[in-house]
């Protein structure tokens, strides 16, 4: 059996292609792309929720947040390993993040504007990642599906903690209502641009799905996605901002309005509200942060020669 086949063979029995393993150069490369856009946007991610920590209404709520962060840094070092597993060093992916090479979630480039906006990151940004992730825990690389068998357990947990904090909002004043519909109306079309462009737009979903890296094309994860949150919104008392949104007896599933779509490749060409802080704000942490790197190598050199 040459490489090849042997490789289509793996692939065909639903079992796990492993670092060691013969694999296509094009197979390599995809994965490389994908978890390094997923690393980058757990990374990044932590900068619209991080700038609530000091402002959090109470200790509780303080708490929740930072744990949570702290746990987007930790997906982050799980995918980054796992992409280091193909080959590829971690401070290369770093400099193709800053130099503009390499993208990230395109939700990550809006701000967050009130302390309900991280209930709805919770509830929304969450909720999607997890739709899009669980099917990851079944790629057919295995480094990259065991990460993601932790880091969907722990989104979950974010997504339940996001909806009990609109619920706590929804279930108070006024005013804290109308704070927690104007995040859905801000939040809503960007979680729907998670999933990425329609199938028939993407150059990758096709050649992915053979593969067995995806699972599910990008339209129908968004359909599993909005049939989910739509009860969720109801149950809160909010209102959905799609004039178009209905039940579709015949379908089984709910009807939607079209993405602006010119917005979403704006904002994926680095057009998008915050594209310029988040970057530069990723860089300046990475430069300030070379002293602790360069403190951590040099010890762990300093142990390799005692113990030799």
């Given amino acids: 059996m040459t490489p090849e086949e042997r490789f289509e063979a ?53 708490a929740i947040l930072m744990a ?36 990230y979630s395109s939700i990550f480039n809006y701000p967050t504007l009130s302390w309900a906006d991280i209930g709805t990151i919770g509830w929304l940004v969450d909720g999607a990642a997890i739709t899009n992730q669980v099917m990851l825990t079944r790629c057919s690389y295995g480094p990259y599906a065991r990460a993601m068998v932790r880091i969907c357990k722990e989104e979950s947990f974010h997504q339940r903690q996001g909806y009990e904090s609109l619920i706590a909002l929804c279930s108070g004043s006024p005013q804290q209502k109308a704070m927690a519909q ?28 053979e593969w067995k890296i995806k ?41 939607f309005g079209e993405i602006d779509w010119d917005e979403f490749w704006a904002v994926v060409k680095g057009n998008g509200p915050m594209n310029r802080d988040r970057v530069d704000h990723k860089v300046a942490a990475w430069d300030e942060g070379s002293w602790v790197r360069e403190a951590a190598l040099a010890h762990a050199a300093k142990r390799a020669e005692s113990a030799a």
């Fill in 10 to 62: 793996i692939i065909a029995a639903e079992e796990k292609i492993e670092p060691p393993d013969w694999m296509p150069d094009a197979y390599r490369n995809t994965l490389i792309r994908q978890i390094a856009q997923h690393a980058h946007s757990e990374i990044i991610g932590m900068q619209p929720e991080g700038n609530w920590i000091s402002r959090a209404p109470t200790l509780h709520r303080k």
């Fill in 68 to 103: 949570k962060v702290q746990d987007e840094a930790g997906h982050g070092l799980y995918l980054y390993s796992a992409a280091e597993t193909l080959g590829v060093k971690r401070d290369e992916l770093q400099t193709l993040l800053h130099q503009g090479k390499h993208k």
């Fill in 182 to 209: 104007d995040a859905l109306d801000r939040w809503w079309w960007p979680s729907l641009m998670m999933f990425g462009p329609h199938d028939t737009d993407s150059t990758h979903t096709e050649q992915s799905m």
């Fill in 215 to 255: 699972r599910v094309s990008n339209d129908d994860l968004r359909q599993q996605f909005v049939d989910m949150t739509v009860p969720q919104a109801d149950y809160l008392g909010l209102t959905i901002p799609d004039p178009e949104l209905r039940w579709n007896e015949e379908r089984g599933h709910y009807d």
